[in-house]
């Protein structure tokens, strides 16, 4: 079995694990104390409940992601190099998808940067029927 989309799919659990590393870090103040302003409430606040979304997001699309990468590895339909470039696009949009989420409040351009990740996985998802089609053929 191939296994040329381990990779991407392996950065994307590394970048929801730091995200995880995120949120931890921003709910320290409430939770722990640490790094409480002297008022005694947490500079992280605002911020806390975007990091949480976007952690949630990395289970919705992605797993369709996930599955797609698995199906393409599991059978191989000679389309490696396009289905490579369809995965690191995949991570690299999810990547810059969590920066305008949590960093932002502009739901327009995170509304783009979903776009560009949602083509991404159609992109795989095409590759591989477009496969079995022609396998069947």
């Known amino acids: ?13 590394a970048w929801a694990a730091l995200l995880y590393v995120a949120l931890t870090v921003a709910r ?11 008022d005694g ?10 990091i949480s979304a976007n952690l949630s997001n990395q289970f919705e699309w992605p797993l369709f992601f996930h599955v797609a990468c698995v199906l393409l590895m599991l059978f191989p339909m000679g389309t490696g190099a396009a289905a490579q470039a369809l995965a690191w696009a995949f991570i690299a949009g999810r990547v810059l998808h969590s920066g305008v989420q ?21 992109g795989l998802w095409g590759l591989l029927v477009a496969g079995f ?5």
């Not at 320290?28 to 002297?38: D, K, T």
């Open 28 to 38: 320290a103040p409430a939770v722990w104390g640490v790094g409480r302003r002297a």
């Open 1 to 13: 079995m191939p296994q040329f989309l381990v990779i991407p799919m392996a950065a994307h659990v």
């Open 133 to 137: 089609v022609t396998r069947q053929a």
């Open 102 to 122: 949590i960093l932002t409040r502009n739901v327009r351009l995170r509304g783009l940067v979903f776009t560009f990740n949602f083509l991404a996985v159609l």
């Open 41 to 50: 409430s947490n500079p992280l606040a605002g911020v806390e409940p975007r």
